[in-house]
Nanobody, 115 residues
């Protein structure tokens, strides 16, 4: 059974930092493309950051220079370091994994940034 378990969300003030973690089980993590998405009420889920099995990263323009995605294949874990957080970063953040044939999602973790 595939599981993606996120942690690290919370309430912070603008300008502060958070680090999200996602531990994967039940998949060949080293060969999976991993990513972080976010969603706010009434809006579509958007890709925030992604990392291929080879380590190539991609970011949505609004977080470039502030967020960093990384992975630790030995721990089956993907991270999202979020610095200089803004109120508009407030959302539920979801971990995503894509194997050769299937997409998987975590349950989400809430990030709230107060002004």
């Amino acid at each position: 059974q595939v599981q993606l378990v996120e942690s690290g969300g919370g309430l912070v003030q603008a300008g502060e930092s958070l680090r999200l973690s996602c531990v994967a089980s039940g998949i060949s993590f080293s060969f999976a493309a991993m990513g972080w998405y976010r969603q706010t009420p009434g809006k579509q889920r958007e890709m925030v950051a992604s990392i291929t099995f080879g380590g190539t990263t991609n970011y949505v323009d609004s977080v470039k220079g502030r967020f960093t995605i990384s992975r630790d294949n030995a721990r089956n874990t993907v991270y999202l370091q979020m610095n200089s957080l803004k109120p508009e970063d407030t959302a539920v953040y979801y971990c995503h994994a894509r194997t050769f044939t299937t997409d998987y999602w975590g349950q989400g973790t809430q990030v709230t940034v107060s002004s």
